[in-house]
């Protein structure tokens, strides 16, 4: 699963690298790994920073690395905060775009389909 960031509230950053954090855990027997993306300077950046979230991936992309996202069809459009992706075998198989999973319907949505393709 891969997380993309642009200029995500803090609140929603948190609550998705928890919610991750906790799914990885969960799903650990099915080896399920989750990256979260943000480039250099993202408020995103900073609430990372000081969450200890051992089971997340963090990484910042710098240089040639944005690039990436026209690949990966990531808007830059700066409407939109965060773009998540779920994959099975390989192959992308459920997108969320603007998820908020500050509030319990967001964090819903995210856990049925991360349990529905971990199975």
Known sequence: M????????????????????????????????????FKPGDPAEAALVKLNVPGVGVASLQGEATEALKLYKISIDPRVKNTIILYRKRKAAETFVNLDCTQEAGRNKLLDAIARLSK
Do not use: G, M, R, W
Request: aromatic share 8%.
């Open 2 to 37: 891969q997380v993309y960031l642009q200029q995500e509230s803090p609140a929603n950053t948190v609550a998705i690298a928890k919610l991750l954090d906790e799914a990885v855990k969960q799903h650990q027997k099915v080896e399920f790994k989750a990256f979260v993306l």
